[in-house]
């Protein structure tokens, strides 16, 4: 008899333990996503990459204004050449295009095309 309630003893200890498992398993892990998840995709994605061209879009607002002349430029067709080149500061204070150009490059392309982290 002595030998058969050990062995409940021993029974019910296990099953405590192995219900107590989980539980502190599921506690653990249940507050971690909500806080790591929400946290950074709302906040700075919409913003900055909104406001700012990526190299694609200069591309293209060069292939208007500039390839005129500068259809074999290194800047037209590689972005390290194009952030090493003086482009932005060409057109910032409006050296280029020139005046005598096809394409007069209006004021808001100007804004949209300066908006690139030169
Ligand atoms: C009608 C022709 C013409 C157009 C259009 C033109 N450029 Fe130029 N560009 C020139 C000439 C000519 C030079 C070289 C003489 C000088 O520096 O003024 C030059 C020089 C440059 C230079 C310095 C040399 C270099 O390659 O690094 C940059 C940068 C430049 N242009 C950027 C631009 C950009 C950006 C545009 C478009 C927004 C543009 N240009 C449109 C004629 C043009």
Redesign the pocket.
Known sequence: MKKVKAFMMLLLFQLVVSCGGPLVEVSESDPNPPTTVPGPTPGPTPGPSDERINYEEAVG??ST??????AN???MDNEVAFRE???G???KNR????S????E?PDDI?KL?LTYPF
């Open positions: 607002i060069m204004y500039c390839a005129q002349c500068h430029s290194p800047w080149s003086s482009v500061a060409q057109v050296n280029m295009p020139p005598y150009a096809n394409e490059m100007r095309f």
